[in-house]
């Protein structure tokens, strides 16, 4: 890297190297090591990355236990839910046969008074020729 040439490196240049650094993914390099060693700032930056570090592996020990009850709660509202989806959907389906049953019924009944008006219509004339 040729930082280790360059001695002054700015906080903003370590700040950018500290993660990987902490987390041991890259050597420090030596004017990184320098640069912290005097800098007030990039020392306690230092300190918080390795807070955040301690706690993450914390995290990966810890086992949480869910609350009693907290299954049960997951799935009963998950069965309402689905149960509401169904209603919906079977009333949905109702509606558009209904509406289809009345167009129907309406269009059969138009036909039928129609057919009952020719109907009468030609009895009409029927009788007036006759």
Same mark, same amino acid.
């Given at each position: 890297?040729?930082?280790? /040439?360059?001695?002054?490196? #700015?906080?903003?240049?370590?700040?950018?190297?500290?993660?990987?650094?902490?987390?041991?993914?890259? @050597?420090?390099? #030596?004017?990184?090591?320098? *640069?912290?060693?005097?800098? $007030?700032?990039?020392?306690?930056? +230092?300190?918080?990355?390795?807070?955040?570090?301690?706690? +993450? *592996?914390?995290?990966?020990?810890?086992?949480?236990?869910?609350? @009693?009850? $907290?299954? #049960?709660? =997951? $799935?009963?509202s998950l069965e309402g839910a689905g149960e509401r989806r169904a209603i919906? /959907?079977?009333?949905?389906?109702?509606?558009?046969?209904?509406?289809?049953? =009345? !167009?129907?019924?309406?269009?059969?009944?138009?036909?039928?008074?129609?057919?009952?008006? !020719? /109907?009468?219509?030609? *009895?009409?004339? $029927?009788?007036?020729?006759?």
């Open positions: 890297m040729p930082a280790e /040439s360059n001695l002054t490196m #700015t906080c903003e240049a370590v700040a950018e190297l500290l993660p990987e650094v902490v987390d041991g993914a890259i @050597p420090a390099p #030596t004017a990184v090591t320098r *640069h912290v060693e005097t800098c $007030l700032r990039c020392q306690a930056e +230092l300190v918080q990355y390795r807070k955040v570090l301690r706690a +993450l *592996h914390q995290l990966r020990t810890e086992v949480l236990e869910p609350a @009693p009850g $907290l299954f #049960t709660d =997951i $799935l009963t919906r /959907s079977l009333l949905r389906q109702r509606r558009a046969a209904y509406v289809g049953a =009345i !167009a129907g019924a309406t269009a059969a009944a138009g036909a039928a008074g129609i057919i009952v008006l !020719a /109907s009468r219509a030609r *009895h009409r004339k $029927l009788r007036l020729a006759g």
